[in-house]
T-cell receptor, first 115, second 114 residues
Framework: GDSVTQMEGPVTLSEEAFLTINCTYTATGYPSLFWYVQYPGEGLQLLLKATKADDKGSNKGFEATYRKETTSFHLEKGSVQVSDSAVYFCALSDVAGGGADGLTFGKGTHLIIQP | EADIYQTPRYLVIGTGKKITLECSQTMGHDKMYWYQQDPGMELHLIHYSYGVNSTEKGDLSSESTVSRIRTEHFPLTLESARPSHTSQYLC?????????????FGNGTRLTVT
């Protein structure tokens, strides 16, 4: 079945550092890929998405490129801020993969930015 | 900002009680979902619906039940709560179209069963 693997946290960085959160996936079809962010006490919010190979999703300084050859969708940001502290989820949607509907999520990566 | 609402935000109840977690959305979305989020943050799909009178079980077996009598409303019910049901429950919705439609999430209900 489909699966998403992302780096385990917590990831602790200093403000203005460069961020990479790795995400790889397995899917039977041609999935769409997403990054969601969850701030403390809240639900998940869509951060960015990409629907086909070589697409780059970007939002709020974050970006990720859909790499079909490496089945990856790594999240990057050039200069993180304290307000970026949250849990980040990589996810895929693969209608052709069968099984239950909805997104398949990674286990989440807790990001902590220190001033 | 997505218009999807969950009540209550926090609920502490005793074992054996019947509870209903409410979820409503004002976006007219056909698809709705319930996810259970464990303390390690991992999300598990427990129920989903394609529209009115449609309910399906998700990847994770759950003792809860759901109903979809109206498009905007997707409540989740536990007939007899147990401590093992302690978790955060997240409701989500999306439009009924191709697989690149994002999910819109509510803020969740944190349930504690004592």
């Amino acid at each position: 079945g489909d699966s998403v693997t992302q780096m385990e946290g917590p990831v602790t960085l200093s403000e203005e550092a460069f961020l990479t959160i790795n995400c790889t996936y397995t899917a039977t079809g041609y999935p769409s890929l997403f990054w969601y962010v969850q701030y403390p006490g809240e639900g998940l919010q869509l951060l960015l998405k990409a629907t086909k190979a070589d697409d780059k999703g970007s939002n709020k300084g974050f970006e990720a490129t859909y790499r079909k050859e490496t089945t990856s969708f790594h999240l990057e940001k050039g200069s993180v801020q304290v307000s970026d502290s949250a849990v980040y989820f990589c996810a895929l949607s693969d209608v052709a993969g069968g099984g239950a509907d909805g997104l398949t999520f990674g286990k989440g990566t807790h990001l902590i930015i220190q001033p | 900002e997505a218009d999807i609402y969950q009540t209550p935000r926090y609920l502490v109840i005793g074992t054996g009680k019947k509870i209903t977690l409410e979820c409503s959305q004002t976006m007219g979305h056909d698809k709705m979902y319930w996810y259970q989020q464990d303390p390690g943050m991992e999300l598990h799909l427990i129920h989903y619906s394609y529209g009115v009178n449609s309910t399906e079980k998700g990847d994770l077996s759950s003792e809860s039940t759901v109903s979809r009598i109206r498009t905007e409303h997707f409540p989740l019910t536990l007939e007899s709560a147990r401590p093992s049901h302690t978790s955060q429950y997240l409701c989500a919705s999306s439009v009924r179209e191709s697989n690149n439609s994002p999910l819109h999430f509510g803020n969740g209900t944190r349930l504690t069963v004592t």
